[in-house]
């Protein structure tokens, strides 16, 4: 949270790269957003609070056939017009029963992640989180529209940490680029999943006592 970040004070986890963002670009610690996933990613990529998208109630499920309307432009679109490119890595959680509610038809150019809003930190599967249906699980990883089945096994947190990587190493400073990276992490994973790290990055934290928060910081 707020003081879980070393240029907020913390001296437990170290968050040198947050901290390098911070001190180089524009922090924002007065705007209101709601405490869900789906209802303040809308309010992010619209500008407007969710209330007014129909969008402010609770996360979608994943098989809940309605997204963020597509009558509303969004921030990606707005950037391309003026010459930006445009990326989009990790989490969407913004509807995908339709495709044109996905993020490639959203105004990114391209996407590498999955469209629901938990998955298995390795497997990369999604579970339908109401124990009703909970025999309803799959595959959620994609590049753009095709299943990136290639990622099945690899941590979620490196593999997204590195297809962003790429994107800023491999881009043409010539034109300006709006990268959205939207990691799994701090989520946990499924439903009846804990948050998950490699055993060597929570090893770093011997000294945090309570288990759930070192693993969290790994």
Known sequence: GWN???FHGS???????IDALAYNGII?????VPALCTPSRSSLMTGKNPIHLG???????????????????????YLKEIGYRTHAVGKWHLGYFRKEYTPTYRGFESH???????????THITQEPDPQYSE??????RRNLT????????????IFTNEAVRLINDHDTSRPMFLYLAHLAPHKGNEDQPFRAPIEEIAKFSYILDLKRRIQAG
């Open 4 to 6: 879980d970040v070393s």
């Open 11 to 17: 001296d437990q986890i170290p968050t040198p790269n």
């Open 28 to 32: 924002l610690n007065n705007h209101y």
């Open 55 to 77: 969008m402010q109630h609770s996360v979608l499920f994943p098989a809940e056939p309605r997204g963020l309307p597509l009558s509303e432009k969004l921030l990606p679109e």
């Open 112 to 122: 590498f992640g999955y469209w629901n809003g938990l998955q298995d930190y390795y």
């Open 136 to 141: 309803y699980k799959g595959f959620d990883m």
């Open 147 to 158: 299943v990136a089945w290639d990622t099945a096994g690899k941590y979620a947190t490196d």
